[in-house]
């Protein structure tokens, strides 16, 4: 069976050893609640495609407790990106970051132009970041069935995933079911930007953020 606990040092110790081990451990975030592993073990996020029934093409983001830890595993945020980053992040924006040569991360998306890419996200969440800063980065997608509707309570995301997870931490309801925005860079598309995924943040307040102060913050 596997253990359902609220967030306390001794659940994220438990965690942390989980995680090390290349198990499965769901988190609450900021919008729903993640499933959660290792960044950098191929085996076990096999083991969240499988939990998930979710198809090998849909990425993985990778959960981060500060901006710092970005260059810590080998990711740049390119222009204007990392201008939105200041103004969005922590929160549900989640900007697509470009692999530098050593980064090791398992769960790197390959271009079309040979670069290798990584959607990542601060939550903004004390509880979610007291988990990051417990179990550093960590490999994540929502905590239910591919398809299915995402999990506001940890007890709809172990209705969805039963015992494929080790572990469950509870941090209480989230605040809905709508995920984050995905952002890319794109010199060629309008402002510099594509939305691949609009969320929690409105296409409209990322491409007026851009022009803000004379477009200060574009590419």
């Given at each position: ?13 438990k ?9 499965l ?14 960044p950098?073990?191929?085996a076990?996020i ?36 990392n ?36 959607g ?5 969440s ?10 550093g ?11 299915e ?35 890319a ?28 102060n ?5 590419a």
């Amino acid at each position: 069976m596997s253990a359902v606990c609220t967030v306390t040092d001794e659940s994220l110790e438990k965690a942390r050893r989980i995680i090390a081990a290349g198990g499965l451990v769901v988190i609450p975030t900021d919008t729903v609640y993640g499933v959660a592993c290792d960044p950098r073990n191929e085996a076990a996020i096999a083991k969240v495609y499988e939990a998930k029934r979710r198809p090998r093409f849909k990425a993985l983001q990778v959960l981060l407790a500060d901006t710092d830890q970005l260059d810590q595993l080998g990711l740049d945020l390119p222009a204007p990106l990392n201008r939105l980053a200041a103004q969005f992040m922590p929160g549900a924006f989640s900007p697509i970051a470009v692999a530098r040569g050593d980064c090791d991360l398992k769960t790197l998306n390959p271009t079309p132009q040979g670069a290798k890419t990584q959607g990542i996200r601060i939550p903004n969440s004390a509880v979610t970041l007291r988990v990051l800063n417990a179990l550093g980065p960590l490999a994540a997608s929502s905590a239910n069935r591919s398809g299915e509707e995402s999990a506001q309570t940890v007890e709809e995301a172990e209705a969805a995933l039963g015992d494929l997870v080790d572990l469950y931490l509870d941090g209480g309801p989230t605040q809905g079911h709508v995920a984050s925005t995905v952002v890319a860079a794109n010199p060629l598309s309008r402002d510099g930007i594509d939305i691949l995924r609009e969320g929690v943040i409105p296409q409209s307040v990322i491409r007026r953020a851009l022009h803000m102060n004379g477009g200060g913050l574009g590419a």
